[in-house]
Protein backbone atom coordinates (compact mmCIF):
# COMPACT_ATOMS: atom_id res chain seq x y z
CA UNK A 1 0.00 0.00 0.00
CA UNK A 2 1.28 3.64 -0.49
CA UNK A 3 0.76 6.53 1.69
CA UNK A 4 -2.07 8.60 0.27
CA UNK A 5 -2.18 11.97 -0.75
CA UNK A 6 -4.43 14.50 1.77
CA UNK A 7 -6.02 17.69 0.67
CA UNK A 8 -7.44 20.52 3.52
CA UNK A 9 -10.73 18.77 1.59
CA UNK A 10 -10.09 15.10 2.85
CA UNK A 11 -8.12 15.50 6.02
CA UNK A 12 -10.19 16.20 8.84
CA UNK A 13 -12.23 12.85 7.20
CA UNK A 14 -9.47 10.55 6.50
CA UNK A 15 -8.06 11.44 9.98
CA UNK A 16 -10.79 11.08 12.50
CA UNK A 17 -12.65 7.86 9.76
CA UNK A 18 -10.34 5.28 10.94
CA UNK A 19 -9.31 3.57 14.54
CA UNK A 20 -6.09 3.07 13.47
CA UNK A 21 -3.22 5.52 14.60
CA UNK A 22 -2.38 7.46 11.30
CA UNK A 23 1.33 9.25 10.44
CA UNK A 24 0.92 12.43 8.32
CA UNK A 25 4.28 13.64 6.57
CA UNK A 26 3.83 16.87 5.62
CA UNK A 27 6.47 17.56 3.06
CA UNK A 28 6.97 19.62 -0.45
CA UNK A 29 8.08 18.87 -3.67
CA UNK A 30 11.04 21.79 -3.20
CA UNK A 31 12.34 20.23 -0.12
CA UNK A 32 15.49 18.17 -0.43
CA UNK A 33 14.53 16.17 2.70
CA UNK A 34 11.27 15.82 2.24
CA UNK A 35 12.13 13.92 -0.92
CA UNK A 36 14.91 11.53 1.07
CA UNK A 37 12.38 10.93 3.71
CA UNK A 38 9.92 10.16 1.51
CA UNK A 39 11.09 6.68 0.38
CA UNK A 40 10.80 5.73 3.90
CA UNK A 41 7.65 6.99 4.39
CA UNK A 42 6.21 4.23 1.64
CA UNK A 43 7.87 1.73 3.06
CA UNK A 44 5.91 2.61 6.71
CA UNK A 45 3.04 2.65 4.20
CA UNK A 46 3.51 -0.72 2.70
CA UNK A 47 4.74 -2.68 6.26
CA UNK A 48 1.66 -1.36 8.13
CA UNK A 49 -0.88 -1.87 5.65
CA UNK A 50 -3.96 -3.09 7.71
CA UNK A 51 -2.42 -1.58 10.53
CA UNK A 52 -2.27 1.87 10.58
CA UNK A 53 -3.01 4.67 7.97
CA UNK A 54 0.11 6.57 6.49
CA UNK A 55 -0.73 9.75 4.21
CA UNK A 56 1.07 12.71 3.05
CA UNK A 57 0.11 16.63 2.67
CA UNK A 58 1.84 19.00 0.10
CA UNK A 59 2.19 22.20 2.04
CA UNK A 60 2.43 24.27 -1.01
CA UNK A 61 -1.25 23.07 -2.03
CA UNK A 62 -2.22 23.33 1.44
CA UNK A 63 -0.73 26.27 3.35
CA UNK A 64 -4.28 25.88 5.79
CA UNK A 65 -3.46 22.20 7.08
CA UNK A 66 0.17 23.62 7.61
CA UNK A 67 -0.99 26.35 9.68
CA UNK A 68 -3.08 24.06 11.33
CA UNK A 69 -0.95 21.89 12.85
CA UNK A 70 1.88 24.88 13.59
CA UNK A 71 4.02 22.93 10.89
CA UNK A 72 6.68 25.58 10.31
CA UNK A 73 9.68 23.54 8.87
CA UNK A 74 9.73 20.68 6.76
CA UNK A 75 9.55 17.60 6.89
CA UNK A 76 7.03 17.32 9.57
CA UNK A 77 5.73 14.11 10.54
CA UNK A 78 3.02 13.80 12.70
CA UNK A 79 1.44 10.57 14.52
CA UNK A 80 -2.25 11.18 15.03
CA UNK A 81 -4.80 8.73 17.50
CA UNK A 82 -8.67 9.22 17.59
CA UNK A 83 -8.22 12.34 15.06
CA UNK A 84 -5.80 14.19 17.89
CA UNK A 85 -2.18 14.79 16.97
CA UNK A 86 -0.05 12.80 19.90
CA UNK A 87 3.32 12.59 18.23
CA UNK A 88 5.55 15.40 16.35
CA UNK A 89 8.83 14.92 14.74
CA UNK A 90 10.31 17.70 12.56
CA UNK A 91 13.24 16.95 10.26
CA UNK A 92 14.54 14.06 9.07
CA UNK A 93 13.99 11.23 11.15
CA UNK A 94 15.20 7.55 11.35
CA UNK A 95 12.59 4.92 10.10
CA UNK A 96 12.95 2.61 13.38
CA UNK A 97 12.15 5.66 15.61
CA UNK A 98 8.57 6.88 13.35
CA UNK A 99 7.85 2.96 13.75
CA UNK A 100 7.96 2.88 16.73
CA UNK A 101 6.13 5.97 17.83
CA UNK A 102 3.22 4.54 15.20
CA UNK A 103 3.21 1.03 16.94
CA UNK A 104 2.52 2.50 20.31
CA UNK A 105 0.39 5.18 19.46
Known amino acids: ?7 TESFDAAISGTTQPVLVDFW ?3 CGP ?10 IAAEN ?8 VDISDNIELARRFGVQAIPTLIIFKDGKPV ?8 KRVLTEALAAA
Do not use: H
Open 1 to 7: MKAIALT
Open 28 to 30: ADW
Open 34 to 43: CKMIGPVVEE
Open 49 to 56: EGKALVAK
Open 87 to 94: NVFRGLQD
